[in-house]
Antibody, heavy 120, light 113 residues
Framework: QITLKESGPTLVKPTQTLTLTCTFS??????????VGWIRQPPGKALEWLAF???????LHSPSLRTRVTITKDTSKKQVVLTMTNMDPVDTATYYC????????????WGQGTLVTVSS | DIVLTQSPDSLAVSLGERATINCKSS????????????IAWYQQKPGQPPKVLIH???AREFGVPDRFSGSGSGTDFNLTISSLQAEDVAVYYC?????????FGQGTRLEIK
């Protein structure tokens, strides 16, 4: 059974760096074709893809956030970490991590999400 | 970047009637190597993460009711609910995976008329 769970701060100040951890189970991030992605959703708004990390450590980022987002993994802990610099109130959103099979191109398993508010 | 545009933004349909949501892509999402369109459809209810309904434009996920169907190819795709049920009230999103990039449509809110 595949599960994912996001954890991290619920409140960050403007200009600070956000670090979120996705802890997963039920799959290995070393299996070819597997990736873990980060997606966010501002309150009442649409989904926005941020980045994903492939099984081979390659990572891809949304062009609009490329300079601010880094994604890393700890294979032994089964964790993927999202780092986003220079946070702004417009970055207030629910942040989701999700499992993707690149063969189908779908996010087939999602965490419950974590709401991050950016405010001074 | 590939932009997905959904229409309409909101839709009200009577119970038992058909609902159709369109998703247009700014570029083709058809992979010639396997002849698959990398479009997925999601349903999101309040307070919940999205749930995938369809992948490869028309392949229904296991356990998704057969009243949900996907169609289209290239740049034009539809999600159809053949007979709307009360539990289908949600926001629906299309998503593409092409050239190692991902994008979502802006969402369509589906309500009961």
């Amino acid at each position: 059974q595949i599960t994912l769970k996001e954890s991290g701060p619920t409140l960050v100040k403007p200009t600070q760096t956000l670090t979120l951890t996705c802890t997963f189970s039920g799959f290995s991030l070393t299996t070819p074709g597997v990736s873990v992605g980060w997606i966010r959703q501002p309150p009442g708004k649409a989904l926005e893809w941020l980045a994903f990390l492939y099984w081979d450590d390659d990572q891809l980022h949304s062009p609009s956030l490329r300079t601010r987002v880094t994604i890393t993994k700890d294979t032994s802990k089964k964790q993927v970490v999202l780092t986003m610099t220079n946070m702004d109130p417009v970055d207030t959103a629910t942040y989701y991590c999700a499992h993707m099979s690149t063969g189908t191109g779908e996010f087939d398993y999602w965490g419950q999400g974590t709401l991050v508010t950016v405010s001074s | 970047d590939i932009v997905l545009t959904q229409s309409p933004d909101s839709l009200a349909v009577s119970l038992g009637e058909r609902a159709t949501i369109n998703c247009k892509s700014s570029q083709s999402v058809l992979y010639s190597s396997n002849n698959k369109n990398y479009i997925a459809w999601y349903q999101q209810k309040p307070g919940q993460p999205p749930k995938v309904l369809i992948h490869w434009a028309s392949a229904r996920e296991f356990g998704v009711p057969d009243r949900f169907s996907g169609s289209g190819s290239g740049t034009d795709f539809n999600l159809t609910i053949s007979s709307l049920q009360a539990e289908d009230v949600a926001v629906y999103y299309c998503q593409q995976y092409s050239n190692n990039m991902v994008s979502f449509g802006q969402g369509t809110r589906l309500e009961i008329k």
